[in-house]
């Protein structure tokens, strides 16, 4: 019997709001198709109305988890249209607050990957290990979230001795940690049966798709835009590009864990050799006209900003690719001739930032199923004109 | 007076107010247990150290709005939370806590009572697979169907498993098992390896990690709970904390020698030995991951079943050369 269930928009899976509906045919997925739209922000139009320099706070707010992957990738941009480069220390803190947050984002998706496949010691474990990173992060920049430490040509705040010292502390015991958690990933029977050759992409189906960042290296291809186009501090820095030949789950998980490493290697690095010098030089207020492609590593793959300047204090242009978008595409590869109990495995395996790669929305008629783009201008207008068609309410009561 | 003690018997020990009691206690055991080997607290609150926490979650879900789906069939969804709570109450008197009289047999422990508890335990899994078909929810069917998968991988191991301890004493009555347990206690060292395939089979019957793949709630929300709420799914709360506590202390009656000692002690065995068992699950519960539905059917049939054979033959071995 061939039925169609649906994963979100709301599941317990999902932590943000995707629709994956699966035609399965007993414990067997037969098809997927995912729908997107339900969390569409108008971040880029925002964008359009701000100054340079506000956008570097609005651009944090695309995504919770890399927010400063987004920053930073529209700071190189912003940069390189005003013509200034940052001092060398300013762009080792910078870079270094990136490796931070690729260890957090890193650790929060080990927890996850363990909570899809109900081991939920792990999803413990990591996550109060995570708190460390996050008690650095915030002993930096002064926030856990939203790190606001990008500046137009450089960073904000500074770091002392008593903050390096602490810093390299807590990359000591994370490496211990994670070297612990390699040992459960790769040993413990129940969770490796859960992950081996489950949610297979082949090498070429993975440049096909475009796949991208530990989705891609967990496939065998070394694709890393920190090796690919060294900018910043990734010329100095040593540091190896992390890929397993699994194609699999477990293949995402062993590239993770290995990037934790290689990013505790790189955090080293960085804190022992830190400059001396300023941290960040002063950014002119408007940009020439220009436009620029800037290419960032998140935690999640390739992250690209299309950056044009009109010669104003705002941006003519901003376009935000998330890595989670360049990942779709293999997901439906992945999840086709699987199990029902694999659909979170697999969706998770790609480290999904739903919101971040919302772009456009697609109505629906609930009637007649017709199917329709609009742009976020046109449902601004449908709301209101809803809002004014609608009978007063008279008397009415808000509980709290 | 012996109507007296009958009453005592279904109402207060090991009736209905001990059972309600104690598989809350063992419930909270069991979170706290869970929760600090994860690095966690667990419950904290409600009580001293938390100990009413699952008290007051019935309590709470007892006063909550009970739906009840228009697609469902309204009176087998209404009716299977109360005849699953009377099955495993039913179940919990079976279990030989008394002092017995091992020559008269009575209504609560006969020849054959190890089968009949068996058998009650095994209902609960056809009313969570009624309970799963007829809210006609997408995912409460998956949850059903897998229910039923699961339950034809680890039922016949459970079986054999805790059959032949009761093959070497010679008898189908949990009383006379005890004790004959009691009396030769190095006799409770060979069927160690059938305690270790009894201990998953329950974990599996109780769907608890790696065997929670009826109600996963990352692949199909809450399966087949997926639409019960307020007191329905209160009721069946209660039923799986009932049957943890009856299935450890089947366990614990035929692995660990039952529970001697007259009433106090009886009682003070009873919960040291069913404790002592549902640490144990809760022990690989925080050890393991979710695995699969056809994973659990091939590795019961794989290694569980061929080790439970292996158990009866060392019994069967045993009882021709030593007894």
Not at chain 1, 144 to 149: G, W
Not at chain 1, 156 to 166: H, I, S
Not at chain 1, 175 to 189: A, D, H, L, Q, T
Not at chain 2, 282 to 300: K, N, P
Request: hydrophobic letters at 45%.
């Amino acid at each position: 019997m061939k039925f169609t269930i649906p994963i979100g928009p709301q599941h317990p899976a999902l932590k943000e709001p995707i629709s994956l509906r699966m035609t399965v045919d007993g414990e067997f997925i037969r098809d997927a198709d995912i729908r997107l739209g339900y969390n569409h922000r108008g971040l880029e139009k925002l964008a359009e109305e701000k100054t340079w320099i506000q956008n570097i706070y609005l651009t944090e707010r695309i995504c919770g988890i890399c927010s400063h992957s987004h920053s930073t990738c529209y700071v190189q941009g912003v940069e390189k249209l005003m013509e200034i480069t940052p001092p060398k220390r300013g762009n080792y803190i910078r870079y270094l607050v990136s490796e931070l947050e690729r260890i957090h984002s890193h650790l929060l998706w080990l927890g996850v990957a363990g909570h899809e496949a109900g081991f939920d010691s792990f999803f413990m474990y990591t996550w109060r290990d995570r708190e460390v990173v996050m008690d650095i992060l915030e002993m930096i920049s002064g926030n856990r979230v939203h790190y606001a430490i990008n500046t137009l040509g450089g960073v904000r705040r500074n770091l002392d001795e008593m903050q390096v010292k602490k810093s390299l502390e807590g990359m000591e015991i994370l490496k211990k940690r994670s070297e612990y958690y390699f040992k459960i990933g790769v040993n413990e029977p129940t969770f490796v049966a859960r992950l081996a050759g489950v949610g297979y992409l082949s090498k070429q189906q993975a440049i096909d798709l475009c796949a991208v960042g530990p989705t891609a290296r967990a496939s065998d291809i070394p694709r890393d835009v920190r090796r690919d186009d060294p900018h910043a501090v990734y010329d100095e820095v040593p540091f190896d590009v992390c890929t397993a030949d699994t194609c699999d789950v477990l293949g995402r998980v062993v590239v993770r864990v290995k990037e934790l490493m290689e990013s505790y290697k790189i955090c080293d690095f960085l804190l022992r050799n830190l400059p001396a010098g300023d941290i960040a030089v002063k950014a002119p207020r408007k940009a020439k006209p220009n436009e620029f492609l800037s290419r960032y590593e998140a935690p999640r793959g390739e992250n690209t900003h299309y950056i044009k300047s009109n010669g104003s204090d705002k941006p003519e242009r901003l376009k935000v690719r998330a890595p989670t978008l360049a990942n779709y595409a293999a997901t439906v590869e992945m999840l086709k001739n699987g199990f029902i109990a694999d659909i979170p495995l697999i969706f998770a395996a790609i480290d999904p930032c739903i919101c971040c790669a919302e772009r456009t929305v697609e109505l629906i008629n609930g009637r007649t199923g017709a199917e329709k783009i609009v742009r976020f201008s046109e449902l601004r207008k449908l709301a209101e004109d809803r809002f004014k068609k609608l009978p007063p309410k008279r008397n009415a009561v808000w509980p709290l | 007076m012996a109507v007296v003690k009958t009453l005592l018997y279904l109402l207060v020990y090991p009736g209905i107010i001990f059972l309600f009691v104690y598989s809350t206690f063992c419930e909270w055991f069991d979170r706290k247990v869970y929760a600090r080997l994860q690095n966690r607290m667990g419950p904290t609150h409600t009580g001293r150290w938390g100990i009413l926490q699952p008290v007051a979650d019935f309590f709470k879900l007892m006063s909550k709005e009970d739906v009840v789906p228009d697609q469902a069939d309204k009176r087998l969804f209404n009716l299977l939370p109360i005849v699953g709570l009377a099955i495993v109450g039913t179940s919990g008197l079976l279990l030989p806590v008394w002092h017995f009289n091992l020559a008269q047999s009575g209504f609560n422990s006969f020849s054959g009572d190890i089968i009949v508890i068996l058998y009650l335990l095994s209902l609960p899994t056809l009313i969570f697979f009624l309970a799963g078909w007829s809210s006609t929810n997408y995912f409460s069917t998956i949850g059903g169907t897998r229910v039923l998968t699961m339950f034809f991988g680890y039922e016949v191991p459970l079986f054999m498993a805790v059959l032949s301890p009761a093959i070497l004493a010679n008898s189908w009555r949990l009383a006379e098992i005890a004790a004959f347990y009691q009396k030769k206690p190095w006799f409770i060292l060979p069927n160690l390896l059938g305690f270790v395939i009894a201990l998953i089979c329950v974990q599996a019957k109780l769907e608890r990690t790696p065997f929670d793949i009826p109600h996963a709630e990352t692949e199909i929300v809450g399966g087949t709970f997926t639409e019960y709420s307020g007191k329905k799914l209160a009721f069946f709360r209660l039923m799986t904390d009932i049957e943890l506590v009856v299935s450890s202390g089947l366990v614990a009656a035929v692995f660990l020698g039952g529970f001697p000692g007259g009433l106090w002690l009886g009682l003070l065995n009873f919960v040291v030995k069913t404790l002592f068992v549902i640490f144990l699950l809760s022990l690989l519960r925080a050890m393991t991951s979710r695995i699969r539905v056809d994973q659990v059917v091939s590795f019961a049939w794989k290694y569980l079943a061929p080790l439970a054979v292996l158990q009866l033959l060392i019994v069967i071995l045993i009882k021709g050369l030593l007894l």
